[in-house]
Structures are given as structure tokens and as C-alpha cells.
């Protein structure tokens, strides 16, 4: 019945949870307000702030799970991939932590985590399923197999979908984060107002930057018929831009659940919190005949309980590695 503290250091959030035999105890969440200042994360930032979340981080999921360092069995952390200067204060802690406290350590793909927080929690989806990972940095059709067993099937060729919504709010001039507030203004929006292009792109693969590049000209020649283009339609903009993002993505969903054969269809990843691509999907259950499988809010964006039942069943299958390890900035599963 391992007991397993686990950090998340990949990008903004310092995060540590508790992971007791296979159950989540504390989920500890730090969020870095300071990038709203500059419309973006700054990586130096990152890490910085990192390293005065992270001990109150521990201390505070410690006292939540009400759990004694003692009683630890094994120390997760994600690797990578990641900004690399926030990868390393998360992996230089777990190192020093298990090293004074003489516990093993574990290593976790970023992710595969995204993908393995559907076993936090029921219902679970059954081996083999299909998952849609989706975020700011990474767009992928994974087959999953079996815990570790995965296969990327499609992946995006240069841009993530996540950076197709960022971009588009930096174009609307909405603060950041963009994301969510283009999914708040597209409830108010007709979703076939505007018409974008889908990209052509073979086999399971996406493309966003031919997207992103088909946005800003038609924002930039809307405007020039009418200065207050944008503030005068938002609604209709974020609705037509979500609307169509979530149609590429789900049409090669589609695509991927027929080649494989697959009804256990789930989602991850900071963009799976979207609502316009939670509701979308869930509608696609009775025709298509699939088995749908969305995480909790909390459990979409960077968290360390990902890390932590990843670590749980990484722990079960004695699957450690040394001090020597070292975080990644890229990562393959």
C-alpha cells in the first residue's frame, strides 16, 4: 500500500499531491499570476517562482493527506518534457527529498500523466483505448494499450491546438490566459457565423498554423471595412474559431476510432477543460457508439496528481531510476 508524494514543475504551476495505494489525498496547486504581466509565461519567471512554491507546496499537501514524511514510500516528479528551468527546480527537489529521506524516485512523462489521470477517479476507460491529448505545446492521438504502452498515432506537424487558441486571443487583444475567455465568450456566440478553413492534412495528423495564419487575415481585413470589427462581433469570433478547432480535432478522433476499432474514446490536457470540446464530444457518444471519458476540471490543466498516480502504478511495477537522472525539455512517451 505505497505511499506516493509527487511534483509537477513542467511549465507555471508548482504542484504536489499525495497519492495513498491508488487514491488521491491532496492535490496542492500553485498558479504563477505573474505572467499576465507580459501576455505569456516567462520561462526565467518560471522557475524562480517555482522555487518559493515548492516547500509550502509540500508542507501544505503533507497536512492536507495528514500524512508524516515518514510514512512516504516513493518520491514522483515529472521529467519532462517542459520548460526546462521549471523541470529542473521540480526534479533537484524530488532528488534532494528522497535522497535525505533515502526513498525511491520515479519518473514520469508529463504526458503520459495528462493521459493516465483518467485512473484517478471513476469510470475508468478499459485497455485499449484511444485519447486525444490536447494542450498549449501538444496535440496528439495516442493509443494506450496499457498503463506504459502507448502509441501516437497523429500528432501535429507544427503548431498544438492549445496555440491556436492562445494565438487567436492575442489577435482579439484578450488578456492572457486567452483560452478560457474564448470559451467564455463563444457560449454567447453563433458558432456558424464565420466559416474558417480546415486543413487538408494525410492520415491522423493536424496542422495549426495555416489556421492560426487564416485568423489573423481575416481579423486584419475585417478590420479594415470595419475598425470595430472585433469588439462589435467577439461572440460570434470565439464561437466560429472554437467551433472549428473543435471540428479538426474530433474529425481525426473519428478517423482514428474507425482505423482502430476503438469505442473507449477519452480526452486530456488543458484544452480537454474546454467546454465547447467536452459538450462536442459527449454528443458524439450515442451515434457513434462510443464509451466517452472526460477528466475533472482539476485534473485537465498541470497537476501533480497526474504525477502521483502515475508514480502509484510506475512503484507497483518497481520501475524507479537514480540520482543520476536529469529533467528533459523534450520527452517522447
Known amino acids: 500500500m505505497p505511499v506516493i508524494l509527487a511534483i509537477e514543475s513542467s511549465c507555471d504551476e508548482t504542484s504536489v499531491a499525495i497519492c495513498d495505494n491508488g487514491k488521491i489525498t491532496a492535490n496542492v496547486i500553485a498558479n504563477q ?9 516567462i520561462p526565467e519567471l518560471a522557475s524562480r517562482v517555482h522555487q518559493q512554491n515548492i516547500v509550502p507546496a509540500v508542507q501544505q499537501a503533507l497536512a492536507i493527506a495528514k500524512i508524516q514524511k515518514k510514512q512516504l514510500d516513493g518520491v514522483a516528479f515529472t521529467q519532462g518534457p517542459g520548460l526546462l528551468g521549471s523541470l529542473l527546480v521540480g526534479v533537484s527537489f524530488a532528488k534532494s527529498f528522497a535522497l535525505a529521506l533515502d526513498l525511491p524516485l520515479i519518473s514520469v512523462n508529463h504526458m ?4 493516465l489521470a483518467h485512473f484517478i477517479d471513476e469510470p475508468m476507460p478499459k485497455f485499449p483505448f484511444l485519447c486525444l491529448t490536447v494542450s498549449g505545446g ?13 502509441e501516437i498515432v497523429g500528432e501535429t506537424l507544427d503548431d498544438a491546438a492549445g496555440e491556436a ?7 482579439l487583444n484578450l488578456p492572457y490566459p486567452g483560452g478560457p475567455l474564448i470559451d467564455k465568450y463563444a457560449k454567447q456566440g453563433n458558432p456558424k457565423a464565420y466559416q474558417f478553413p480546415e486543413p487538408q492534412i494525410k492520415d491522423l495528423n493536424y496542422s495549426f498554423s495555416g489556421f492560426k495564419t487564416a485568423i489573423l487575415y481575416f481579423i486584419r481585413d475585417s478590420q479594415k471595412v470595419n475598425p470595430n470589427f472585433v469588439e462589435e462581433n467577439l ?9 472549428s478547432i473543435v471540428n479538426i480535432l474530433l474529425n481525426k478522433l473519428k478517423k ?12 486530456a490536457g488543458g484544452v480537454s477543460a474546454n467546454s465547447g470540446l467536452r459538450d462536442t ?3 458524439l457518444q450515442d451515434s457513434l457508439g462510443w ?7 482539476e485534473y485537465c490543466t498541470d497537476n501533480a496528481a497526474m504525477i502521483a498516480i502515475a508514480g502509484y502504478h510506475k512503484f507497483l511495477q518497481n520501475d524507479f531510476v537514480g540520482q543520476e537522472v536529469a529533467p528533459m525539455a523534450r520527452m517522447n512517451f
Do not use: R, W
Open 281 to 283: 464530444l459527449m454528443s
Open 291 to 297: 464509451e466517452v471519458f472526460i477528466p475533472k476540471f
Open 112 to 115: 503520459q500523466a495528462h493521459i
Open 165 to 171: 487558441f492562445d494565438k487567436t486571443a492575442k489577435i
Open 138 to 150: 501538444h496535440t496528439q492521438i495516442v493509443l494506450v494499450k496499457d498503463y506504459f504502452d502507448m
Open 256 to 267: 482514428a476510432a474507425k482505423q482502430y476499432h476503438c469505442t473507449q474514446i477519452a480526452i
Open 235 to 243: 461572440a460570434d469570433i470565439c464561437a466560429s474559431v472554437q467551433h
Open 33 to 41: 499570476t505573474i505572467h499576465e504581466n507580459y501576455g505569456g509565461v
